[in-house]
């Protein structure tokens, strides 16, 4: 598996067939280790190249922005470029797609060239998780 810092073991012990929002944190270089351009610019061609994966799969693009300052909470280290929010229909077909070859090949070369970070982050409908049990009127 070429993706080095998949968490398999995290997203192992999660429903496996439960929707996900994956909620991507980008921090770009100022150039792309390949020498074509930015970091922004590896990162469009990874978007290109990857969408058109994740709409395979069933999944969507639901929102992507700039970072523009930290709103809450200490800023130092919390410097983000770039998210973007990303639906699965469940978490076997992120994994599905974070582990196939053709992302390996094709897709994470241009992430890797790109972002000096990123993280993304698994969530699931919080409502249903945490409501509360008796709610005030």
């Known amino acids: 598996m070429g993706v080095d810092l998949l968490n398999v073991r995290g997203l192992?012990?999660?429903?496996?067939?439960?929707?996900?929002?994956?909620?991507?944190?980008?921090r770009?270089?100022?150039?792309?280790?390949?020498?074509d351009g930015s970091g922004w610019d590896a990162y469009l061609r990874y978007s290109a190249l990857t969408v058109p994966m994740i709409k395979a799969?069933?999944?969507t693009l639901l929102w992507t922005g700039s970072a523009e300052t930290v709103a809450?909470?200490?800023?130092?280290?919390?410097?983000?470029?770039?998210?973007?929010l990303v639906?699965?229909?469940s978490v076997a077909a992120f994994i599905d797609m974070m582990t196939s070859a053709d992302y390996e090949t094709r897709c994470d070369p241009h992430r890797r060239n790109g972002c000096?970070?990123?993280?993304?982050?698994?969530t699931r409908?919080?409502?249903?998780?945490?409501?509360?049990?008796n709610p005030s009127p």
Request: no cysteine.
């Open 57 to 59: 799969r069933g999944g």
């Open 116 to 122: 000096e970070e990123h993280v993304i982050i698994a």
């Open 72 to 84: 809450l909470g200490e800023p130092a280290g919390q410097q983000w470029d770039y998210l973007a």
């Open 28 to 35: 770009f270089r100022a150039h792309s280790l390949d020498g």
């Open 87 to 89: 639906y699965y229909p």
């Open 125 to 133: 409908e919080a409502y249903s998780k945490f409501k509360p049990t």
């Open 12 to 26: 192992g012990e999660l429903d496996q067939a439960a929707p996900v929002v994956m909620v991507n944190l980008m």
